[in-house]
C-alpha cells in the first residue's frame, strides 16, 4: 500500500469515527487535490479556531477552487464543518474538511 492510499484509509476512518457519511472516491479525489501537503503535519490540519485559517480556506479553497462567491455562506459552512468534525477535535484533517465542504455546496463535479 503506497502512502498515499495510508494517507486516504486513515482519512476514510477517521471520517467513519466521527460518524460522517462521505464518499471513499471523492475523498481519495480531494486528498489527491491537495499534493504533498497531506504529509506535512500543520499543513495536513485545519485549525477550527483560527480566524487566518478559516480566511484561508475561504479565499484558497472555496473561492479560487471551488469558484464560489464571498458571502456570509461560506463562513457558515466552514463553521459548519468544524461543528462536524468536532470543535474540540485538535486533528481536522484538511482532506476530510474540504471534502465536507464540497459536498455542502455539491461541487463535486470540480473534481470528476
Keep these: 500500500m503506497s502512502k498515499f492510499d495510508e494517507k486516504v ?10 460518524g460522517l457519511s462521505i464518499s471513499t472516491d471523492l475523498l481519495t479525489k480531494v486528498t489527491k487535490g ?3 501537503s497531506i504529509y506535512l503535519g500543520d499543513a495536513s490540519l485545519v485549525s477550527g479556531g483560527d480566524a487566518e485559517e478559516k480566511a484561508r480556506v475561504k479565499n484558497n479553497f472555496l473561492i479560487k477552487k471551488l469558484g464560489l462567491t464571498d458571502g456570509p455562506e461560506l463562513d457558515a459552512a466552514i463553521d459548519e464543518a468544524v461543528d462536524k468534525m ?3 477535535n485538535r486533528n481536522k484533517h ?4 474540504y471534502t465536507l465542504l464540497v459536498m455542502k455546496f455539491k461541487k463535486e463535479s470540480v473534481y470528476a
Excluded at 484509509?9 to 466521527?18: D, G, T
Design 94 to 97: 484538511r482532506a476530510i474538511f
Design 9 to 18: 484509509a486513515m482519512y476514510a476512518a477517521n471520517a467513519k469515527e466521527l
Design 86 to 88: 468536532g470543535s474540540s
Design 34 to 36: 491537495l499534493g504533498p
